[in-house]
Nanobody, 120 residues
Framework: QVQLVESGGGLVQAGGSLRLSCAAS????????MGWFRQAPGKEREFVAR???????YYTDSVKGRFTISRDNARSTVYLQMNSLKPSDTGVYYC??????????????WGQGTQVTVSS
């Protein structure tokens, strides 16, 4: 099993920045893809970004140019730098990990989530 613990959420004004972190523990050697999903109030959970062990990245269109995902394999930690935040970025952000190179719609492991609130 792999455990994921997120940190770094909070309240920020529109145009501001936040950095989320997700530390993995347990059988981390089995993990390839790590990334982030988010769920806004009343909406379904959606994919945000992912990074493979080899550092290949992929983003959903709405965050391209504003969010940057990175990874420290030695620390089994993934980061999400979020800049130029918009109220539409508000939601609970979930860290996810998979043994495959891509997260897919059903990652193998999930964190508990961290709240991000962007005020207008």
């Amino acid at each position: 099993q792999v455990q994921l613990v997120e940190s770094g959420g909070g309240l920020v004004q529109a145009g501001g920045s936040l950095r989320l972190s997700c530390a993995a523990s347990g059988r981390t050697f089995s993990v390839d893809a790590m990334g982030w999903f988010r769920q806004a109030p009343g909406k379904e959970r959606e994919f945000v970004a992912r990074i493979s062990r080899g550092a290949g990245t992929y983003y959903t269109d709405s965050v391209k140019g504003r969010f940057t995902i990175s990874r420290d394999n030695a620390r089994s930690t993934v980061y999400l730098q979020m800049n130029s935040l918009k109220p539409s970025d508000t939601g609970v952000y979930y860290c996810a990990a998979s043994e495959a190179i891509a997260l897919g719609s059903s990652p193998d492991f999930w964190g508990q989530g961290t709240q991000v609130t962007v005020s207008s």
